[in-house]
């Protein structure tokens, strides 16, 4: 038997399961979701019947005789189903501007926003319809003229993305609907860190709710050359003693030591890397002396003539620091109430060789200097090191 329009008749006791099940899901977002599964078996049958159908007003008249659970189940479905029987849905779509169909459509552009077909069908709810899945809730009359402006547009992911710019990206986000981790939020937020300017980039810097380390990996992958460029401007420009220490470790973690003459942070400029190093010294003088600020000051400003720092024994009493400045060492010990030891650099090296432990690098007989650390010692240090490391005239980081 058949209903008017084409569809198949509805046993009076299924119809009641439905409508018990439908007013059980009257509010939840899942609802045609669960109920477009829970009838996934009438999915066959409704393709038949729209099989045959070639003409817009043919699919609107047999739509017109579906039930919302009907919907729901082609809806539920979409994704899957050949291209060609896309473009009638999508038909049928036009002809039930239900809020809950446009909830299932909305979250498959969530886990899809790439497939045309889907923005097609998110577009007829929320431009035919003006059925929007959850921003009738949002306050700003103007946010949600935005959003409806962005689905006008046959490629909304531009928009949407510079909508969630402008309102910030770890405010808007929660604002469009979104999570962290939803595909159409890696999509936006990618698009605007890989088009943004430094400006743009400082400001996501400064926007504490969005948690701008976490998406270093999703930056890197898609757009590796961009992030290296974004970043070679970030270092330039500010004081690499007032770097954002959790932006770097993340890019370390990911790209490893930037000391290395390989990989990806031969992309940034010589500038860039020659900061980056710099902090990165700055990072193990100032765990190295995490008890000791005076030293860490004091060594601090001779950064930018050291070429590297290493950490010896690190984390046991005999830890101590070696910094390289080229024809010379110096060598510092966790330890108070140790001198600190300079070396020229070829002696050094002969005492490495045959070194044991880090306290083999105490070696008065060998050191061009042993400096003490008593009274003011930072003004005795200057003047005694002076010979054999020339420092900046103006030593504050740039």
Not at 1 to 16: D, I, K, Q, T
Not at 69 to 94: M, N
Not at 361 to 383: E, M
Request: include cysteine.
């Amino acid at each position: 038997m058949s209903r008017p329009h084409g569809f198949r008749f509805e046993p009076v006791g299924l119809r009641a399961v439905r409508e018990t099940l439908e007013q059980e899901y009257t509010t939840d977002r899942t609802k045609g979701q669960r109920l477009g599964m829970l009838f996934q078996s009438r999915l066959d049958t409704l393709l038949r019947m729209l099989g045959p159908l070639d003409t817009v007003v043919q699919i609107r008249q047999w739509a017109e005789g579906l039930e919302p659970v009907d919907v729901y189940v082609l809806l539920v479905h979409f994704p899957q189903l050949p291209e060609p029987v896309r473009p009638k849905i999508l038909a049928v779509a036009l002809v039930h501007p239900d809020p809950v169909a446009a909830w299932v459509a909305w979250d498959h552009f969530v886990k899809w926003p790439r497939d045309p077909e889907l923005v097609k069908l998110v577009s007829v709810y929320v431009n035919q319809h003006r059925v929007t899945p959850w921003w009738d809730a949002v306050q700003d009359g103007n946010f949600r003229m935005d959003l409806m402006k962005a689905f006008s547009r046959s490629a909304p992911l531009g928009p949407l993305a510079k909508i969630l710019d402008d309102h910030g990206i770890g405010s808007g986000t929660p604002l469009m609907g979104l999570h962290w981790g939803d595909p159409l939020s890696d999509e936006l937020i990618t698009q605007i860190l890989t088009s943004s300017a430094l400006p743009e980039w400082e400001r996501h810097l400064a926007d504490s709710e969005f948690p701008w380390s976490e998406w270093l990996w999703e930056l890197d992958q898609r757009a590796r050359e961009r992030a290296q460029a974004v970043l070679s401007q970030y270092l330039t420009v500010f004081s690499w003693m007032n770097f954002d220490g959790t932006l770097l470790r993340r890019f370390i973690q990911r790209w490893g030591n930037p000391e290395t003459t390989s990989g990806p942070w031969t992309g940034l400029s010589a500038e860039a890397r020659r900061k980056l190093i710099h902090w990165v010294h700055q990072a193990k003088l100032q765990q190295f002396f995490h008890q000791d600020n005076a030293r860490f000051q004091f060594w601090r400003g001779y950064l930018e003539r050291c070429l590297h720092v290493t950490v010896l024994e690190k984390d046991t009493p005999r830890a101590a620091v070696v910094l390289d400045f080229g024809d010379v060492v110096a060598v510092e010990f966790a330890q108070t109430g140790n001198a600190c030891y300079v070396y020229q650099k070829s002696d050094y090296e002969r005492i490495r060789q045959r070194m044991v432990k880090s306290t083999d690098l105490k070696d008065s007989n060998q050191a061009l200097l042993r400096l003490i650390h008593s009274g003011y010692w930072q003004g005795t240090f200057s003047y005694d090191l002076a010979q054999y490391i020339q420092i900046p005239k103006n030593r504050g980081a740039r």
